[in-house]
């Protein structure tokens, strides 16, 4: 069984209205699709979200689009949430869902949106089927092939996604030494290497270490 996760990038609101909201930093610590489904009398989609950032400013957006027909945010508490949204269809969300609904395929949930304006998204199927999909992408949309592998249910299949910075800090420091045993390098000297301060050197290590182990754990996002 294999598995192939896809990043797909649309400028500005391509992907659809409510991406530029989802994948905006300053918002949202994560954003995930957690569900989505459609029905065709009349054409319509829904979709359930987890949400950790700003849940009033995502209401209000919803709130002002047109195509949302109907919505509800729940707040869990600490910036955590859940948003249900029933809209009409976007065009090229339509597309990729006919895209991912062929026969042979499975769709694995969550879909992440990430602050660099894509969204991942994790698909389980034959080689030919996965390659098959892709290529049936729209054109306009931006594919980014980020991994394909055989499925593995022990564990996650891919870790969060990590951010540039997180992923520069963990290889600063894997080179400086910092992950050996015993450690050849200081968290400062980290720091020194990626021109920061040591407090904001940890911070970055820490959320890309809490990805990674997270992924191996299988603890989900």
Do not use: N
Not at 4 to 9: A, F, G, H
Request: hydrophobic letters at 40%; aromatic letters at 6%.
């Amino acid at each position: 069984m294999r598995y192939l996760i896809v990043r797909l990038t649309g400028d500005d609101v391509l992907l659809h209205p409510l991406v530029p909201t989802l994948t905006d930093g300053s918002l949202f610590r994560e954003a995930l699709m957690l569900d989505w489904t459609v029905s065709l009398a009349p054409p319509r989609s829904t979709v359930l979200l987890y949400l950790d950032g700003d849940l009033d400013a995502f209401g209000a957006v919803l709130a002002d689009r047109e195509i949302v027909l109907d919505h509800d945010v729940t707040d869990v508490g600490g910036g955590r949430g859940y948003a249900y949204v029933h809209s009409e269809p976007h065009p090229t969300e339509w597309e990729l869902f006919e895209t991912f609904s062929r026969p042979g395929l499975v769709v694995v949930s969550p879909l992440r949106y990430a602050a660099d304006g894509s969204v991942s998204i994790r698909l389980v199927g034959s080689l030919e089927r996965l390659q098959a999909a892709v290529d049936a992408i729209p054109e306009a949309v931006e594919t980014e092939i980020e991994r394909v592998g055989e499925y593995d249910l022990g564990r996650a299949a891919v870790p969060g996604r990590l951010s540039d910075r997180q992923r520069e800090a963990l290889a600063v420091a894997f080179e400086a030494g910092y992950y050996e045993v015993p450690r050849e390098a200081t968290r400062d000297e980290v720091a020194a290497a990626l021109d920061c301060a040591p407090s904001t050197a940890s911070e970055h290590l820490r959320k890309a270490e809490r990805k990674v182990v997270r992924a191996q754990l299988g603890r989900g996002r």
